[in-house]
Protein backbone atom coordinates (compact mmCIF):
# COMPACT_ATOMS: atom_id res chain seq x y z
CA UNK A 1 0.00 0.00 0.00
CA UNK A 2 1.54 3.29 -1.07
CA UNK A 3 2.25 6.14 1.38
CA UNK A 4 1.51 9.65 1.07
CA UNK A 5 2.39 12.55 2.83
CA UNK A 6 0.65 15.80 3.40
CA UNK A 7 1.79 19.16 4.83
CA UNK A 8 -2.04 19.42 6.38
CA UNK A 9 -1.34 20.30 9.92
CA UNK A 10 1.47 22.64 9.21
CA UNK A 11 -0.95 24.25 6.76
CA UNK A 12 -3.56 24.44 9.45
CA UNK A 13 -1.36 25.49 11.87
CA UNK A 14 -0.29 28.36 9.82
CA UNK A 15 -3.37 29.62 8.88
CA UNK A 16 -4.77 28.98 12.15
CA UNK A 17 -7.59 27.46 11.42
CA UNK A 18 -9.38 24.96 13.57
CA UNK A 19 -10.68 21.35 12.30
CA UNK A 20 -14.38 22.31 11.95
CA UNK A 21 -13.13 26.01 10.09
CA UNK A 22 -10.84 23.97 7.40
CA UNK A 23 -13.93 20.89 7.13
CA UNK A 24 -16.86 23.60 6.59
CA UNK A 25 -14.66 25.17 3.58
CA UNK A 26 -13.60 21.98 2.28
CA UNK A 27 -17.29 20.82 3.15
CA UNK A 28 -16.01 17.40 5.01
CA UNK A 29 -16.54 16.16 8.35
CA UNK A 30 -14.02 17.60 11.22
CA UNK A 31 -13.31 14.01 11.92
CA UNK A 32 -12.13 13.37 8.24
CA UNK A 33 -10.08 16.72 8.73
CA UNK A 34 -8.24 14.51 11.72
CA UNK A 35 -8.03 11.34 9.68
CA UNK A 36 -6.38 12.98 6.44
CA UNK A 37 -4.05 15.06 8.79
CA UNK A 38 -2.69 11.68 10.69
CA UNK A 39 -2.25 10.02 7.01
CA UNK A 40 -5.17 7.57 7.99
CA UNK A 41 -7.08 8.49 5.15
CA UNK A 42 -6.05 9.67 1.88
CA UNK A 43 -8.15 11.66 -0.32
CA UNK A 44 -10.08 11.10 -3.14
CA UNK A 45 -8.37 13.19 -6.16
CA UNK A 46 -10.69 15.80 -5.92
CA UNK A 47 -10.68 16.61 -2.29
CA UNK A 48 -6.57 16.49 -2.92
CA UNK A 49 -7.71 19.25 -5.42
CA UNK A 50 -9.75 21.26 -3.25
CA UNK A 51 -7.24 21.08 0.19
CA UNK A 52 -4.33 22.66 -2.34
CA UNK A 53 -6.85 25.60 -3.86
CA UNK A 54 -8.10 26.17 -0.43
CA UNK A 55 -4.14 26.90 0.57
CA UNK A 56 -3.15 28.27 -2.78
CA UNK A 57 -1.02 26.01 -3.20
CA UNK A 58 -0.34 23.47 -6.39
CA UNK A 59 -1.38 19.85 -5.20
CA UNK A 60 2.38 18.50 -5.08
CA UNK A 61 2.79 21.35 -2.27
CA UNK A 62 0.11 19.94 -0.11
CA UNK A 63 0.69 16.11 -1.16
CA UNK A 64 3.86 13.64 -1.79
CA UNK A 65 5.19 10.08 -2.13
CA UNK A 66 7.83 10.99 0.03
CA UNK A 67 8.01 12.83 3.88
CA UNK A 68 8.10 16.86 3.44
CA UNK A 69 11.12 18.02 5.39
CA UNK A 70 10.37 19.16 8.82
CA UNK A 71 8.69 22.79 8.94
CA UNK A 72 10.80 25.38 10.36
CA UNK A 73 10.57 26.37 14.05
CA UNK A 74 9.23 30.01 14.48
CA UNK A 75 7.82 32.51 17.10
CA UNK A 76 3.60 32.73 16.93
CA UNK A 77 2.94 29.81 14.52
CA UNK A 78 -0.57 30.29 14.08
CA UNK A 79 -1.30 33.20 11.32
CA UNK A 80 -3.94 35.38 12.64
CA UNK A 81 -4.31 36.42 8.63
CA UNK A 82 -4.16 34.14 5.71
CA UNK A 83 -1.20 34.39 3.72
CA UNK A 84 -0.78 37.57 1.75
CA UNK A 85 -1.53 37.57 -2.03
CA UNK A 86 2.36 38.96 -2.73
CA UNK A 87 3.37 35.59 -1.39
CA UNK A 88 4.14 33.39 -3.94
CA UNK A 89 1.38 30.51 -4.56
CA UNK A 90 -1.28 32.27 -2.42
CA UNK A 91 -4.10 33.23 -4.98
CA UNK A 92 -7.26 32.61 -2.81
CA UNK A 93 -7.21 34.93 0.10
CA UNK A 94 -11.03 35.01 -0.36
CA UNK A 95 -11.95 31.67 -0.06
CA UNK A 96 -9.87 31.59 3.38
CA UNK A 97 -11.29 34.09 5.05
CA UNK A 98 -15.15 32.65 4.60
CA UNK A 99 -14.43 30.65 7.34
CA UNK A 100 -13.46 32.85 10.09
CA UNK B 1 -33.38 13.27 -22.14
CA UNK B 2 -29.69 12.71 -22.59
CA UNK B 3 -27.90 14.44 -19.71
CA UNK B 4 -25.27 16.41 -20.49
CA UNK B 5 -21.74 16.10 -19.33
CA UNK B 6 -20.96 13.78 -16.34
CA UNK B 7 -23.97 15.45 -14.62
CA UNK B 8 -26.07 12.89 -13.27
CA UNK B 9 -29.96 12.37 -13.70
CA UNK B 10 -31.59 13.05 -10.61
CA UNK B 11 -34.06 9.71 -9.40
CA UNK B 12 -35.98 8.92 -6.42
CA UNK B 13 -32.54 8.12 -4.38
CA UNK B 14 -30.61 10.66 -5.70
CA UNK B 15 -33.04 13.72 -4.86
CA UNK B 16 -32.24 16.64 -2.82
CA UNK B 17 -32.04 15.64 0.90
CA UNK B 18 -35.48 17.56 2.96
CA UNK B 19 -34.93 19.12 6.25
CA UNK B 20 -36.14 16.53 8.03
CA UNK B 21 -33.64 14.01 7.38
CA UNK B 22 -30.80 16.74 7.84
CA UNK B 23 -32.59 17.40 11.53
CA UNK B 24 -32.07 13.63 12.00
CA UNK B 25 -28.70 13.91 10.70
CA UNK B 26 -27.74 17.06 12.71
CA UNK B 27 -28.66 15.10 16.27
CA UNK B 28 -26.86 11.97 15.47
CA UNK B 29 -23.48 14.25 14.66
CA UNK B 30 -24.55 16.69 17.76
CA UNK B 31 -21.74 16.95 20.26
CA UNK B 32 -24.33 16.42 22.98
CA UNK B 33 -23.89 12.86 22.61
CA UNK B 34 -19.85 13.19 22.64
CA UNK B 35 -19.36 10.73 25.92
CA UNK B 36 -20.98 8.11 23.77
CA UNK B 37 -18.12 8.12 21.45
CA UNK B 38 -15.42 7.06 23.04
CA UNK B 39 -14.30 3.29 22.03
CA UNK B 40 -15.06 1.82 25.53
CA UNK B 41 -18.33 3.57 25.51
CA UNK B 42 -19.19 2.62 21.98
CA UNK B 43 -18.35 -0.93 23.15
CA UNK B 44 -20.70 -0.97 26.22
CA UNK B 45 -23.49 0.36 24.37
CA UNK B 46 -22.82 -3.15 21.87
CA UNK B 47 -23.11 -5.14 24.76
CA UNK B 48 -25.86 -3.15 26.54
CA UNK B 49 -27.98 -3.64 22.46
CA UNK B 50 -26.81 -7.25 22.48
CA UNK B 51 -27.86 -7.86 25.75
CA UNK B 52 -31.63 -6.59 25.44
CA UNK B 53 -31.49 -8.33 22.24
CA UNK B 54 -30.94 -11.41 23.67
CA UNK B 55 -32.87 -10.87 26.73
CA UNK B 56 -36.52 -9.93 24.42
CA UNK B 57 -35.66 -13.26 22.27
CA UNK B 58 -35.14 -15.26 24.76
CA UNK B 59 -38.74 -14.00 26.67
CA UNK B 60 -40.65 -14.34 23.34
CA UNK B 61 -39.18 -18.00 22.83
CA UNK B 62 -40.72 -19.17 26.38
CA UNK B 63 -43.77 -17.09 25.82
CA UNK B 64 -46.71 -17.34 27.02
CA UNK B 65 -45.99 -19.86 29.78
CA UNK B 66 -43.18 -17.56 31.31
CA UNK B 67 -43.27 -14.49 29.88
CA UNK B 68 -42.80 -10.59 31.86
CA UNK B 69 -46.53 -9.73 31.56
CA UNK B 70 -46.81 -6.41 29.23
CA UNK B 71 -45.51 -4.03 31.55
CA UNK B 72 -41.75 -6.23 31.46
CA UNK B 73 -42.05 -6.03 27.25
CA UNK B 74 -43.13 -2.62 27.31
CA UNK B 75 -39.59 -1.75 29.65
CA UNK B 76 -37.72 -4.21 27.75
CA UNK B 77 -38.42 -2.60 24.54
CA UNK B 78 -38.13 0.68 25.13
CA UNK B 79 -34.92 0.17 26.49
CA UNK B 80 -33.99 -1.51 23.83
CA UNK B 81 -34.72 1.23 21.70
CA UNK B 82 -32.64 3.48 23.79
CA UNK B 83 -29.56 1.03 23.08
CA UNK B 84 -30.33 1.33 19.58
CA UNK B 85 -30.57 4.91 19.43
CA UNK B 86 -27.53 5.22 21.62
CA UNK B 87 -25.19 2.78 19.41
CA UNK B 88 -26.31 5.03 16.17
CA UNK B 89 -25.63 8.21 18.21
CA UNK B 90 -21.80 6.87 18.77
CA UNK B 91 -20.94 6.38 14.91
CA UNK B 92 -22.73 9.46 14.66
CA UNK B 93 -25.47 7.76 12.51
CA UNK B 94 -23.14 6.84 9.19
CA UNK B 95 -24.77 3.51 9.07
CA UNK B 96 -28.20 5.39 8.26
CA UNK B 97 -28.23 8.33 6.71
CA UNK B 98 -29.03 9.79 3.49
CA UNK B 99 -25.31 9.67 1.52
CA UNK B 100 -25.40 13.16 0.25
CA UNK B 101 -25.31 13.72 3.88
CA UNK B 102 -21.52 12.09 4.21
CA UNK B 103 -18.57 13.19 3.22
CA UNK B 104 -15.93 10.81 1.23
CA UNK B 105 -14.31 9.29 4.17
CA UNK B 106 -17.84 8.48 5.57
CA UNK B 107 -18.86 6.67 2.83
CA UNK B 108 -15.76 4.55 2.25
CA UNK B 109 -16.35 3.62 6.12
CA UNK B 110 -19.74 2.96 5.61
CA UNK B 111 -19.21 0.99 2.21
CA UNK B 112 -17.09 -1.35 4.46
CA UNK B 113 -19.19 -1.76 7.29
CA UNK B 114 -22.35 -2.87 5.10
CA UNK B 115 -19.74 -5.50 3.13
CA UNK B 116 -18.52 -6.63 6.41
CA UNK B 117 -21.81 -7.06 7.88
CA UNK B 118 -23.44 -8.77 4.88
CA UNK B 119 -20.09 -11.36 5.01
CA UNK B 120 -21.37 -11.57 8.55
CA UNK B 121 -25.02 -11.93 8.58
CA UNK B 122 -24.55 -14.63 5.81
CA UNK B 123 -22.19 -16.44 8.31
CA UNK B 124 -24.29 -16.45 11.43
CA UNK B 125 -27.34 -17.38 8.67
CA UNK B 126 -26.13 -20.28 7.66
CA UNK B 127 -24.75 -21.39 11.34
CA UNK B 128 -27.88 -20.65 12.53
CA UNK B 129 -30.44 -22.54 10.17
CA UNK B 130 -28.08 -25.87 9.98
CA UNK B 131 -28.42 -25.82 13.52
CA UNK B 132 -32.09 -25.30 13.42
CA UNK B 133 -32.41 -28.15 10.94
CA UNK B 134 -30.16 -30.06 12.94
CA UNK B 135 -31.81 -29.52 16.01
CA UNK B 136 -35.08 -30.12 14.95
CA UNK B 137 -36.21 -33.86 16.12
CA UNK B 138 -35.29 -32.59 19.22
CA UNK B 139 -36.96 -29.61 19.74
CA UNK B 140 -41.21 -29.12 19.48
CA UNK B 141 -41.00 -25.72 17.66
CA UNK B 142 -43.73 -23.67 18.31
CA UNK B 143 -44.40 -19.67 16.41
CA UNK B 144 -43.10 -17.60 19.74
CA UNK B 145 -39.75 -19.84 18.73
CA UNK B 146 -39.82 -18.41 15.26
CA UNK B 147 -40.69 -15.11 16.62
CA UNK B 148 -37.49 -15.03 18.83
CA UNK B 149 -35.54 -16.13 15.85
CA UNK B 150 -36.81 -13.87 13.78
CA UNK B 151 -36.04 -10.90 16.17
CA UNK B 152 -32.73 -12.06 16.68
CA UNK B 153 -32.18 -12.41 12.81
CA UNK B 154 -34.02 -8.99 12.21
CA UNK B 155 -31.67 -7.00 14.47
CA UNK B 156 -29.04 -8.30 13.34
CA UNK B 157 -29.43 -7.69 10.16
CA UNK B 158 -29.97 -3.89 11.27
CA UNK B 159 -27.79 -3.18 13.57
CA UNK B 160 -24.46 -5.47 12.57
CA UNK B 161 -23.02 -2.17 10.03
CA UNK B 162 -23.36 0.10 13.47
CA UNK B 163 -22.11 -2.51 15.24
CA UNK B 164 -19.02 -3.05 13.46
CA UNK B 165 -18.36 0.29 13.42
CA UNK B 166 -18.91 1.01 17.55
CA UNK B 167 -16.07 -1.43 17.58
CA UNK B 168 -13.85 -0.35 15.30
CA UNK B 169 -14.04 -3.56 12.79
CA UNK B 170 -14.44 -1.95 9.33
CA UNK B 171 -11.68 0.78 10.17
CA UNK B 172 -8.89 -1.70 11.18
CA UNK B 173 -9.82 -4.11 7.56
CA UNK B 174 -9.34 -0.50 5.53
Known amino acids: VSVIYNRLPVLRAEWGLSRQDLAKALGVHYQTVGYLERGEYKPSLSLAFDIAEFFGLRIEEVFSRTPFPPAPVRSGLARTQPPGRDEPGRDEPDRAADVR | ?174
Not at chain 2, 131 to 145: K, N, Q
Open chain 2, 1 to 174: VIPQGSEPVPTRWTRAVGPWRRRIAAVYDSDRFEALRGPRARRVLVVIHAALVVAVAVGVWRQPTVGPGLAGWAAALIAWWFAYMGLLVSVRGITEVHRDLLDEWQLQVRDAAYRLAHRVFAGVAAVAATGFFLGRRDMELAWSHAYGLIWVMVNLLVTLPAVLVALGVVRALD
